[in-house]
């Protein structure tokens, strides 16, 4: 998995996205082991207190979980994933569809557009 | 951590001089074997200059071994190596304690390291005769005290100038200059208490008392004698002191650039 | 006890203050940043916490301590200047390192120094100051330390060379210890920081978490620095 940040935001937040679409297309797959916080933060080249804050929102959210002596597992819950995924789609397909409204396409317009485009 | 510390010290400090301590030695050992061969001129000059170049060699040995004292401690102590050495996890008193231990060393070692080459080069009984010449009176003991006192005077000169250091040092600017003026002064006191001594004695003893007042005083055996004694306690007082005064300095911290 | 605290921090030179009333805390397992421009007294503040300069007035203590003997074995120190015996070679400073620090693991520094393609029978003296510095900087994060305190560790290195740097002091970095990291290059390091101390005039004009003030300031700490100092 490759990471990338701009300084301009928190480094976390960053980290939370990027480990969450990780998830999403099963980098980490469903109930897989993720590797350790170092390990983590040696990928990501960011401070392992940053990944630690990281994985704590994901767990929070319930992506991941901690198995007292074997470490953080993704969910078993797919439910739970396709639900963000959703989430996340619909933000994407909001941002999408906002950004052809700002050079004048509709709605409609951009949904024609999309099917012309993948026929 | 003072053997550490010290081990560290003498390795720096001799690294230049156990060459000259060996050219002195094979020098004079050449002057010496040369010298044995009667009758040839040309082997009797080699032997001279041999020798010449051994006594070069002792002068070599003992400024230098004055001269890399007093820079170790000025680089490891106050230049960039103090910062290795002051955050070793070691006191400023081993610190020092390190460089004092490695000046009486390193001064013993090539103070035996000349003598040997000295005699090598020149002992004979001739040499007795003519010192004897000179100076009927004389007597082992004396010739040993004078020695004792010179190398006293030496350490005296070392420790003044690592005192020296330790104060033109705490200052933050001209660091060098002020070591060299403090030194200056210090001396200059120094030599100004030793009189003063010497007159305090001459109050209580006539033959002194002559050594100020009167032009011609002749100093018998038994004043030069008296006299090496003085000034053998006065430097050991002096060694002394500068020492306890460049540590207390030292404790108090350092201010590198 | 906190691993690092100085109060009320003073340095005078010719009457001059070149720190004026420091006071910060840094607590176990944080890599702070201590940025400030060049001059500001950031390496002043530096050489009082290693005991190569006495306060003016004030304190610097170290669990609980004024700098001494116990600190010096709990802190490794990379200072912005070369500071070994050039006429020693990198093999002869390993053994120096292992002999004063307990805490020192010389396998490790083997291990950096051949990752990192030096010699370690070549001697100091043959060496660019660039090689040394990273010499320096491995025998620094080869000790098992409770406080890193790097000035300047970037200081003219390349671009591979500074990566390369910030990955040793990441993985060198272990729970329980902190690093301080002194600079005036922010962007580079600033991914890796927990915490920032701002540091300007021989004053600290700002300190926080390094993700709250990016939250906070919704832009980088490399931006907030020159926005505040202009330059």
């Known amino acids: 998995m490759k990471f990338n940040f701009d ?16 998830i999403l297309t099963s980098e980490f797959g469903i109930g897989e082991k993720i590797p350790s916080v170092r390990d983590l933060a040696m990928l990501a080249k960011v401070n392992p207190n940053t990944m630690q804050k990281a994985l704590a929102e994901l767990e929070e959210e319930k992506l991941i979980y901690t198995e007292r002596t074997n470490g953080k597992f993704v969910t078993k819950d797919v439910k739970l994933i396709n639900n963000i995924r959703d989430n996340l789609a619909k933000e994407k397909a909001y941002e999408f569809f906002s950004n052809m409204k700002k050079i004048g396409m509709d709605e409609n317009k951009t949904i024609d557009y999309l099917r012309e485009l993948i026929k | 951590m003072l053997g550490k510390l010290l081990k560290y010290d003498l390795k720096w400090v001799y690294k230049i001089i156990v060459i000259y301590y060996g050219l002195a030695l094979v020098f004079a050992i050449i002057g010496r074997l040369l010298g044995c061969i009667d009758n040839s001129f040309i082997f009797d000059v080699i032997s001279k200059i041999s020798c010449g170049v051994s006594v070069a060699m002792i002068f070599n040995i003992l400024i230098n071994n004055i001269i890399r004292i007093w820079v170790r401690y000025i680089h490891n102590v106050y230049k960039d190596e103090s910062y290795l050495t002051h955050t070793l996890p070691v006191t400023k008193g081993e610190i020092y304690l390190s460089k004092v231990i490695a000046t009486l060393i390193t001064m013993f070692t090539s103070i035996v390291v000349s003598l040997i080459s000295f005699f090598i080069c020149y002992w004979n009984d001739g040499l007795i005769d003519f010192i004897k010449m000179i100076y009927p009176e004389i007597s082992w003991g004396i010739i040993i005290t004078t020695g004792i006192v010179v190398i006293l005077e030496l350490l005296f000169l070392l420790f003044l100038g690592l005192l020296a250091i330790t104060i033109g040092y705490r200052s933050n600017h001209n660091k060098l200059l002020k070591s060299f003026v403090s030194g200056f002064v210090i ?51 002096y060694i002394i002191l500068c020492n ?14 | 006890m906190e691993l690092l605290e100085c109060i009320h921090l003073s340095k005078e030179f010719d009457n001059k203050k070149i720190l004026n009333d420091i006071n910060f805390k840094i607590p176990r397992g944080k890599i702070v940043g201590l940025l400030g421009k060049n001059g500001t007294g950031k390496s002043t503040l530096i050489k009082l916490i290693n005991d190569l300069l ?42 120096f ?12 520094a083997y291990e950096l120094l ?60 272990n729970e329980g210890a902190s690093v301080i990291i002194s600079t005036h290059l922010i962007a580079d390091i600033e991914r890796i920081l927990d915490e920032v101390i701002f540091i300007d005039k021989g004053k600290i004009v700002l300190t926080g978490s ?17 926005r505040m100092f202009k330059c």
């Open chain 1, 7 to 22: 300084n301009e935001r928190p480094i976390y937040i960053q980290l939370v996205e990027q480990l969450r679409i990780g």
């Open chain 3, 210 to 226: 390094a993700d709250e003030i990016r939250k906070k300031e919704k832009t980088s700490i490399d931006e907030v620095f020159r």
């Open chain 3, 54 to 95: 006495t306060p003016t007035s004030g304190d610097v203590l170290i669990n609980g301590k004024n700098p001494g003997v116990e600190s010096k074995r709990i802190i490794s120190y990379l200072p912005e200047r070369t500071y070994l015996d050039k006429g020693m070679r990198v093999a002869d400073v390993v053994k």
């Open chain 2, 187 to 237: 001396y200059m006191i120094s030599s100004f208490v030793s009189l003063g001594v010497l007159f305090i004695i001459g109050l209580f003893n006539k033959d002194i008392l002559d050594l100020f007042t009167s032009m011609n005083a002749v100093i018998g055996m038994d004043i030069l004698k008296f006299l090496l004694i003085v000034a053998a306690t006065i430097y050991l007082v």
């Open chain 3, 97 to 108: 390192f292992e002999e004063f620090y307990e805490d020192f693991d010389s396998d490790k």
């Open chain 2, 244 to 257: 306890v005064i460049s540590n207390k300095l030292l404790q108090k911290g350092v201010n590198v650039d």
């Open chain 3, 114 to 173: 051949a990752k990192l393609e030096l010699d370690k029978d070549m001697k100091l003296t043959k060496m660019s100051k660039g090689m040394q510095e990273k010499v320096q900087l491995i025998l620094v994060m080869s000790r098992k330390a409770d406080l890193y305190i790097l000035d300047e560790p970037l200081g003219g290195v390349d671009p591979a060379t500074r990566d390369y740097i910030l990955d040793t002091i990441l993985s060198n970095f």
